[in-house]
Nanobody, 120 residues
Framework: QVQLVESGGGLVQAGGSLRLSCAASGDTICISAMGWYRQAPGKERELVAAITSGGSTNYADSVKGRFTISRDNAKNTVYLQMNSLKPEDTAVYYC??????????????WGQGTPVTVSS
């Protein structure tokens, strides 16, 4: 199993920046990809950005050029640098890990979520 703990959310003004962190523990050797999702009130959860163990990334169109996902494999931590934040980025952000081996694999594990609020 994999455990994920997020940090870094908060309140920021439009145009500001935040960096989210997600630390993984447990069967981290089985993690093939990690990503960030978000869920705004009344909306479905959506993928924001993802990164594979090899470093390949993909982003939602709405955040391209503003958000950057990165990964420190030695620390089993993934980051989401969010710049030029907009009020529509307000949501609870969830870290996720795709697990490819071990008991329960394949599976998608979730963190507890960290709220991001962008004021106009």
């Amino acid at each position: 199993q994999v455990q994920l703990v997020e940090s870094g959310g908060g309140l920021v003004q439009a145009g500001g920046s935040l960096r989210l962190s997600c630390a993984a523990s447990g069967d981290t050797i089985c993690i093939s990809a990690m990503g960030w999702y978000r869920q705004a009130p009344g909306k479905e959860r959506e993928l924001v950005a993802a990164i594979t163990s090899g470093g390949s990334t993909n982003y939602a169109d709405s955040v391209k050029g503003r958000f950057t996902i990165s990964r420190d494999n030695a620390k089993n931590t993934v980051y989401l640098q969010m710049n030029s934040l907009k009020p529509e980025d307000t949501a609870v952000y969830y870290c996720a890990a795709q697990v490819a081996c071990g008991p329960g694999a394949p599976g998608l594990y979730w963190g507890q979520g960290t709220p991001v609020t962008v004021s106009s």
